[in-house]
T-cell receptor, first 114, second 113 residues
Framework: DTEVTQTPKHLVMGMTNKKSLKCEQH?????MYWYKQKAKKPPELMFV???????INESVPSRFSPECPNSSLLNLHLHALQPEDSALYLC?????????????FGPGTRLTVT | AQSVTQPDIHITVSEGASLELRCNYS??????LFWYVQSPGQGLQLLLK??????LVQGIKGFEAEFKRSQSSFNLRKPSVHWSDAAEYFC???????????FGTGTSLTVIP
């Protein structure tokens, strides 16, 4: 099973709302990633968790708050977002946090901030 | 610094024609190389990967890629394109040691009947 699942598929939220994105994998991978992707652009790395510890935070605004409750789950908590945060948010996982390991992606959450 | 270049922003091919998407990388050592495909509104799907050994790599959906060390290239090919191949294609490189992983800027493929 090489599946990464993400919920919800679509999310519309106002600038004062609080919402969460969820990601799950059951491949036994120890690295999990959040990416932000704008149309026709490559994914931009936001956060990396390795063995359930935050390893990378790519200077992401504090209105995005990641959480890794266990080795299979990854959340992204959203609060007070701006319209420019509207994008496709992708979760990915890999066997380890090493460049030699391919990343497996979920289908993404399409976020619209109004 | 490491980088990945996909020189073609957009390519249009006729259904049944052959396809080649270019990818060039800049890296001190031979990196790990990947090709991903992304259909509209979907996540990225791994097509194939190169780690070492045979420089011609077979992937899913009838794709193959050839690693050429002398040209620092890893071009993706398909002998006969299907309409369902219309998508965005990303080349990626992973560090031989360390955790760096870089995506190219992507090539958008349009397939015309």
């Amino acid at each position: 099973d090489t599946e990464v699942t993400q919920t919800p598929k679509h999310l519309v939220m106002g600038m004062t709302n609080k919402k969460s994105l969820k990601c799950e994998q059951h491949m036994g991978h120890r690295a999990m990633y959040w990416y932000k992707q704008k149309a026709k652009k490559p994914p931009e790395l936001m956060f990396v968790y390795s063995y359930e510890k935050l390893s990378i935070n790519e200077s992401v605004p504090s209105r995005f708050s990641p959480e890794c409750p266990n080795s299979s789950l990854l959340n992204l908590h959203l609060h007070a977002l701006q319209p420019e945060d509207s994008a496709l948010y992708l979760c990915a996982s890999s066997q380890e946090f090493q460049g030699r390991h391919e990343q497996y992606f979920g289908p993404g959450t399409r976020l619209t901030v109004t | 610094a490491q980088s990945v270049t996909q020189p073609d922003i957009h390519i249009t091919v006729s259904e049944g024609a052959s396809l080649e998407l270019r990818c060039n990388y800049s890296y001190g050592a031979t990196p790990y190389l990947f090709w991903y495909v992304q259909s509209p509104g979907q996540g990225l799907q791994l097509l194939l990967k190169y780690f070492s050994g045979d420089t011609l790599v077979q992937g899913i959906k009838g794709f193959e890629a050839e690693f050429k060390r002398s040209q620092s290239s890893f071009n993706l090919r398909k002998p006969s394109v299907h309409w369902s191949d219309a998508a965005e294609y990303f080349c990626a490189v992973g560090a031989h040691t360390g955790n760096q992983f870089y995506f190219g800027t992507g090539t958008s493929l349009t397939v015309i009947p």
